[in-house]
């Protein structure tokens, strides 16, 4: 009977249910309560509904589980994307727009984002990319250069890129007379093209060729240098000698604003034949080292190129927040003995006997200097061309290791046994210098341990190269970096007898039909065998005392992706990309 009830009373609960949803009132209360466990959501809800009909009240409690998943935090791009802006800060500003006249690295790193060249030096020592030439092809006698342009490319005033227009750049700078040079010096033409050039030919549209009076070795680089970058003839037609202060190019990048020393801001070409990511580019001159890394670490910039210290390096290389970007470059810093004919502050008579030269290498401790002062930021010298030059590099040439005791023997042996005594010119600082104050001051503590004095005088750079580049010093130190990746630069302008920049006046005739054989000939194989043969000479007659050669470093953001730099150091910021 009690069953009977309970279950009379069960339908009557359910009849006024329904009832009540069908004509009563109902009050609806609802709790959530979210918990998150291993980022899945999960909701519960209880709900309770109470009816009202004749006075009677049920009330019926339910439960209600649902899953959901959270809405996913977007993954961050594995690839390349378009979009962003950047700034990039380096350690000096820079004083033109003109590639013909640009002596400077800061000048450069600006130049190559708004111009192309006909082609483009890679990370590899001795390759070249294609950029407004496609292909190229050399003749067998190492004379004719040709090259097939890339259509359809058009300066970012929308006129025609072709063949007239590179002549009309390579004319400009090989006429002295040409009323477009506006005043431009042609360092970088002078030196490395003007001597060999004969013709210069556009026969089509497309076609562009040079036609050499001998055969130049080095050529194809000297084509891919700061003088080698394509203007806009109609620019200059139209704006005569302000046509360089609002640059019309065929590059990654578009002028848009130069505030002299302050900052250049560039747009992307984006009618330009390949790919660029970013939006835009600033590029800003901070010269203290303190107030660029400050700069990065606060996010007022990206990218970082600076002349950084070893313990600098060390130190940020713990910073999360960064990447140091390390690359090698054609570098050598050395010890420059002068062989000159003694004159007034001119030349060191002892530096012109071999096996002093040899006694100074042997009584230098380089290994210390690289791990001890430089911290592994170099690698050890032994001549001048160091593994930034690859193939180039002779790496198997005569080493002087430290050995105090030979040292001391050499000396004697050269009538020196009771010592020597010179001025040692040291640079304050200045890129590619390192710590030279660090290494002088090692070197003079070596030194003095086989009796030889070396007084030590620290000046500003400019003071320091003028009087180094004069040849008005008994001993200088200084750290060389190259324009170019072809042994030619660093092995004849710096120790072919008679050239500007052999200060220490080397003489080796020997060398001088090496190096003289070498720039003449197109063929990589023979002229690699000549170079190593040359490099061997350098370091058997101890030209200098080879100390180390360089890194350069970059440091970028967390948001920056893809940094590079091609083999002598322009960054590739085409090729960036931001993580926003």
Known sequence: MRHRFVLLMGLMATFLLLLGAACGTKTVEVEKIVQVEKEVLVEVEKIKEVVVEREVVVEVEKEVVRIATPTPIPAKPTSAVKGGSLVVAQSAAFDTLDGADTRS???????????????????????????????WSVSGDGKVYTFKLREGVKFTDGTPFNAQAVKWNFDRQYDMENPNRHGALLIIFRIFMTAYIDK???????????????????????????????????????????????????GKFKFIEWKKG???????????????????????PIPEAAVQIAALSSGNVDVLLGTLTADAVKYLENDSSLTVNSFVYPHYWAVHLSQREVD??????????????????????KQSIVTDILKGTASVSHANLGPAYGKWQNANVTQYPYNPDKAKELLAKAGYADGLEFTLLVPASGAGQQDARAMATSIQADWAKIGVKANLKVQELVTHWTQTRAGKFQASTYGWSSIMIDPYNHMTNNFRSGRAINVMGFSNAAYDALVDEAAGTADPAKRKELYDKAQEILATDAAAVFVNHGKTYALTSSRVQDFAVNIVLVPQMGDVWVLD
Request: net charge negative; hydrophobic share 40%.
């Open 262 to 284: 302050q900052r250049i801001v560039m747009e992307r070409n984006d009618d330009y034949w390949g790919n660029v990511w970013l939006d835009r580019l600033t590029i800003v």
């Open 105 to 135: 690295i800061e000048g450069r790193n600006v130049l190559y984002q708004m111009f192309d060249t006909l082609v483009g030096i890679t990370r590899d020592a001795g390759a070249f990319t294609p950029q407004l030439a496609e292909s």
């Open 344 to 365: 007034g502050s001119t030349g060191y008579a002892p530096f012109q006997n071999l096996l002093v030269r040899q006694a100074l290498n042997y009584a230098t401790n």
């Open 200 to 250: 210069i030919e556009a026969p089509d549209a497309t076609t562009f060729r040079l036609v050499l009076n001998k055969p130049f070795g080095p050529f194809m680089e000297a084509i891919a240098m700061q003088s080698g970058l394509i203007a806009s003839p109609t620019s200059f037609e139209k704006n005569g000698k302000d046509a360089l202060k609002n640059p019309v190019t065929t």
